[in-house]
């Protein structure tokens, strides 16, 4: 259910699916309301914090990106020396340039299952990016065609440094013509010992992202950061079974970090499980294109969806519906790049979707 704006009455969606949808104006002003059944373009939902609204920054068209510039990356890896690089090796380091309206992305993570799913897109959206792995990642990466990725380890003693210099560069890049960045963090650990020195240690680079912030004068260079979390069901699971209690404490420090450091500049992706590719593997849990997209739809439905929220997270968690890699990673980038404006702070379900296109 849903309102219009001045003087139009309510407006009602029905349908078997749990999925209700309304077509607002951009700029976060209600114009109209209306159900439809598309998942690119809707910005409103209902949810636990009641009524959420978003709103793309320009006119819903998939025409958005065909003017951005396009390139190739040639990531330099002489960041491992700890100094700065020049504005030259800084250009270098970006795969494409960003376009005026738009901030270049750093995003930490770039070699997994999302990373490298987000800079997939980035690429063919000709969005300037910086993208980072492990050392050793990043070592192995060094020849794939769509460019190299910079080492950062953020667990190291210097890690705050480093992401420091890395975002300046970025900044001071003639490919950066707003000289504005946005972060997205794909990285994680699950089923390590290390998972909660791990997933804590993303919580460096959001200090050190808000430090630059408050160095500078004016408008923030860091515009935003987005990070990918879970649904509040599967985190609170994931804090009561042992092996998993690591991975939930390294979640939970980075997102508080998060809110308290950029506030509704921040945004925590909250999908259920995420599927994609053509295998199945438990460690993370994940289904296949065909398999998940099959399991999104039927656990989707209305009669499932009711009879889950009566049950206990464990009894429930089975029956949470699936996101695609794509969805996810789509979400993200629309995030940092401003397209889509709002209540972003918090993204799940239904509203990762609306944030996809």
Sequence with gaps: RGR????????????????????????????????TSSLHRPILHSGSRGSRLLAYRDPPSTSSFTT???????VEDGEASGERATSAAASRAIAGGAPPEYPLVVLIG?????????????????????????????????????GRLIPLDLTAPDAGKKFHELILNAVDSPENPRNKVAVISAMGSIGTERDEEVNSSLATAIKSARRINEMTEGEDVVERFVMIGNTDRVRRLARKVPFLKGYASGKDEAESTLRECFGNRGCIIKPSFIYGGDEISLKPPRLS??????ASEILGLYPIQSLADE??????????????????????????????????????????KMAWA
């Design 4 to 35: 219009g704006g001045s003087g139009s009455g309510p407006c009602f969606g029905i349908g078997i699916r749990r999925h209700y949808y309304f077509r607002y104006a951009h700029r976060n002003i209600p114009q109209s309301c209306a159900f």
């Design 289 to 294: 294109t065909s398999l998940g997209g099959l």
């Design 110 to 146: 770039g070699s997994g299952f999302l990373g490298s799913e987000i800079r997939r897109q980035l690429r063919e959206r000709g969005a300037g990016h910086v993208a980072t792995s492990t050392p050793d990642t990043a070592a192995r990466d060094r020849d794939r065609e769509e």
């Design 311 to 352: 049950l206990p997270d464990a009894l429930a968690l089975p029956l949470a519906p699936p996101e695609s890699v794509e969805m996810v990673a789509s979400s993200a980038v629309n995030v940092a790049l401003g397209i889509v404006e709002g209540y972003t702070d918090e993204l799940a379900g239904e509203s990762i």
């Design 68 to 74: 951005l510039r396009s390139g190739s990356a040639a």
